[in-house]
């Protein structure tokens, strides 16, 4: 055993509690993992889920430290003796599982671990004189900054550590060591075998760290991505005429460093100003930025947030492209390549696909409704040159991306997506009529978000009872369409009292609406 340094004690009190009480129902208690690994790589700021070892009775132990400190406690693999211990008196709720060791002893449940940059434990003592165990040379390897299996079956019982293997070297910036990377190479096809939650819950950390264009393309290069996202797979060296410079998929991960860029911003965790994009963005859009991170930094399943699957969304708008593609030649000899309605066949298959990866319905709802709108910003732009867009153009956006309810989420993720595909199209950056593109992303936004804009209009001048009851209407399709021109109008500033509006159902009626 090595002498761990620095010594490390967890930042949060209430861990350090818990690691004193478990050490005095039972010893000893080891942290094990990538507490342990960060720690020695200094990243143990804002730490919020401990993995602790001890010798047996876990879930005995672990109940009596609960019930002594205050921790929420579940049985959480009663079979193997693991016990979770939840902590949700502060601001963020604190994790702790707690097991027993793999055959009752330290050697045989590290040499049962992923990597040895992970098979590395360290001894707690209430002195902080914690002892490091590295029986695999994890400290080397952490030197390196390489991962490397513990052992050549390691990696074959549990298929999802080709996956990991992939996303902590997104993560850590580390390279995968030789014997390692040949032996997911000639095992890649074996993910298919994982669980899907399993591979959901891998693909959403890779994808949610500060590298996922590079995660993506380091799953092609390692036989993963058409096992695991065929669809995204299909992307690559599928042509694409002017504007576009690239096939869909440098395409696709360019969208994802443009969406990744817009990500950080909104989460305050980077600057977006450095380039003349960005500060075109962050001029625009800057007004609105509370309301913006407000709708966007909300958990919509699972703690996973909105804001989030910008990148998602990147990665998925142009999916649909390999099966709409159609090939048009002029007499010159020169190849137009057309994607007519990708955005809706790409919208059911990232549904499709989410729905496999048991996402939940809402995030499925979401994700359809962005992808099938992702080209309207577009059109609107072109359609309005150099123009404003207008109220009516406005709230049908958000109509359409939302359906009649004409809700904001759908419409701002499917705006900030189009930030991130337009700049995707051209090689340069800035790329051409950018002021005027983000001017009108900013004018839509600001409808979505803006008191006057559908915070108005969701209170309806007149509704569907003084309708029925002034021009005597039976319930039905009719009076839906009457409000819903009312709504338009309203949102258009043709309207703008209960008179007017009565006296446009009126004309409308007259017209035999």
Same mark, same amino acid.
């Given at each position: 055993?090595?002498?761990?340094?620095?010594?490390?004690?967890?930042?949060?009190?209430?861990?350090?509690?818990?690691?004193?009480?478990?050490?005095?129902?039972?010893?000893?208690?080891?942290?094990?993992?990538?507490?342990?690994?960060?720690?020695?790589?200094?990243?143990?700021?804002?730490?919020?889920?401990?993995?602790?070892?001890?010798?047996?009775?876990?879930?005995?132990?672990?109940?009596?430290?609960?019930?002594?400190?205050?921790?929420?406690?579940?049985?959480?693999?009663?079979?193997?003796?693991?016990?979770?211990?939840?902590?949700?008196?502060?601001?963020?709720?604190?994790?702790?599982?707690?097991?027993?060791?793999?055959?009752?002893?330290?050697?045989?449940?590290?040499?049962?671990?992923?990597?040895?940059?992970?098979?590395?434990?360290?001894?707690?003592?209430?002195?902080?004189?914690?002892?490091?165990?590295?029986?695999?040379?994890?400290?080397?390897?952490?030197?390196?900054?390489?991962?490397?299996?513990?052992?050549?079956?390691?990696?074959?019982?549990?298929?999802?550590?080709?996956?990991?293997?992939?996303?902590?070297?997104? /993560?850590?910036?580390?390279?995968?060591?030789?014997?390692?990377?040949? /032996?997911?190479?000639?095992?890649?096809?074996?993910?298919?075998?994982?669980?899907?939650?399993?591979?959901?819950?891998?693909?959403?950390?890779?994808?949610?760290?500060?590298?996922?264009? /590079?995660?993506?393309?380091?799953?092609?290069?390692?036989?993963?991505?058409?096992?695991?996202?065929?669809?995204?797979?299909?992307?690559?060296?599928?042509?694409?005429?002017?504007?576009?410079?690239?096939?869909?998929?440098?395409?696709?991960?360019?969208?994802?460093?443009?969406?990744?860029?817009?990500?950080?911003?909104?989460?305050?965790?980077?600057?977006?100003?450095?380039?003349?994009?960005?500060?075109?963005?962050?001029?625009?859009?800057?007004?609105?930025?509370?309301?913006?991170?407000?709708?966007?930094?909300?958990?919509?399943?699972?703690?996973?947030?909105?804001?989030?699957?910008?990148?998602?969304?990147?990665?998925?708008?142009?999916?649909?492209?390999?099966?709409?593609?159609?090939?048009?030649?002029?007499?010159?000899?020169?190849?137009?390549?057309?994607?007519?309605?990708?955005?809706?066949?790409?919208?059911?298959?990232?549904?499709?696909?989410?729905?496999?990866?048991?996402?939940?319905?809402?995030?499925?709802?979401?994700?359809?409704?962005?992808?099938?709108?992702?080209?309207?910003?577009?059109?609107?732009?072109?359609?309005?040159?150099?123009?404003? #867009?207008?109220?009516?153009?406005?709230?049908?956006?958000?109509?359409?991306?939302?359906?009649?309810?004409?809700?904001?989420?759908?419409? #701002?993720?499917?705006?900030?997506?189009?930030?991130?595909?337009?700049?995707?199209?051209?090689?340069?950056?800035?790329?051409?009529?950018?002021?005027?593109?983000?001017?009108?992303?900013?004018?839509?936004?600001?409808?979505?978000?803006?008191?006057?804009?559908?915070?108005?209009?969701?209170?309806?001048?007149?509704?569907?009872?003084?309708?029925?009851?002034?021009?005597?209407?039976?319930?039905?399709?009719?009076?839906?369409?009457?409000?819903?021109?009312?709504?338009?109008?309203?949102?258009?500033?043709?309207?703008?009292?209960?008179?007017?509006?009565?006296?446009?159902?009126?004309?409308?009626?007259?017209?035999?609406?």
């Amino acid at each position: 055993m090595d002498l761990f340094a620095p010594k490390w004690t967890p930042a949060h009190p209430a861990f350090v509690s818990l690691l004193n009480a478990l050490s005095g129902e039972t010893d000893p208690v080891y942290v094990v993992g990538g507490v342990v690994r960060d720690a020695m790589l200094g990243r143990s700021a804002g730490l919020t889920d401990l993995d602790v070892l001890v010798t047996r009775a876990a879930n005995e132990a672990a109940r009596r430290a609960a019930d002594r400190l205050g921790w929420t406690y579940y049985a959480l693999d009663p079979e193997r003796d693991v016990a979770r211990l939840v902590f949700t008196a502060g601001k963020t709720p604190l994790v702790c599982d707690i097991a027993a060791m793999r055959g009752g002893e330290l050697t045989t449940d590290l040499q049962a671990r992923d990597f040895t940059v992970n098979a590395m434990a360290m001894r707690w003592r209430r002195d902080s004189a914690s002892e490091l165990v590295d029986l695999a040379g994890g400290q080397a390897d952490l030197d390196r900054r390489q991962l490397r299996r513990v052992t050549p079956w390691g990696l074959a019982e549990d298929p999802v550590r080709l996956l990991r293997a992939v996303r902590l070297a997104v /993560q850590l910036e580390f390279t995968i060591e030789e014997e390692t990377l040949l /032996q997911i190479l000639r095992i890649s096809g074996t993910i298919r075998l994982a669980s899907a939650e399993r591979v959901r819950d891998e693909l959403w950390k890779m994808l949610a760290s500060s590298r996922p264009e /590079q995660a993506i393309d380091m799953l092609r290069t390692v036989n993963l991505l058409r096992p695991l996202l065929p669809e995204i797979a299909d992307l690559e060296g599928v042509a694409q005429t002017t504007p576009h410079d690239a096939d869909v998929y440098h395409h696709t991960l360019r969208t994802v460093r443009y969406a990744l860029q817009l990500r950080e911003w909104l989460k305050g965790d980077a600057a977006i100003e450095a380039s003349e994009a960005g500060a075109a963005i962050a001029t625009a859009l800057g007004p609105y930025l509370p309301r913006l991170r407000q709708l966007l930094l909300a958990t919509i399943a699972a703690e996973r947030r909105v804001v989030d699957w910008l990148v998602w969304f990147a990665l998925w708008h142009d999916v649909g492209k390999p099966s709409t593609r159609s090939t048009d030649q002029f007499a010159d000899g020169a190849l137009r390549y057309r994607f007519l309605r990708h955005e809706e066949v790409g919208a059911e298959m990232f549904a499709h696909r989410l729905d496999a990866l048991k996402f939940s319905r809402h995030e499925i709802a979401l994700a359809r409704n962005v992808i099938r709108g992702h080209m309207r910003p577009h059109l609107l732009h072109a359609s309005f040159g150099a123009e404003p #867009i207008s109220r009516r153009a406005r709230y049908r956006f958000f109509r359409e991306s939302e359906g009649r309810a004409a809700e904001a989420q759908a419409g #701002i993720d499917t705006l900030l997506l189009a930030l991130a595909d337009y700049q995707a199209i051209y090689a340069v950056s800035p790329p051409p009529a950018w002021q005027r593109y983000v001017a009108h992303i900013a004018e839509l936004v600001a409808y979505g978000v803006a008191p006057d804009g559908l915070e108005e209009v969701r209170t309806p001048l007149v509704d569907g009872h003084t309708l029925m009851a002034y021009f005597d209407l039976p319930p039905g399709r009719q009076v839906g369409a009457l409000l819903e021109q009312l709504r338009e109008a309203q949102a258009a500033g043709e309207i703008a009292t209960a008179e007017a509006g009565l006296a446009l159902a009126a004309e409308l009626l007259a017209r035999d609406v």
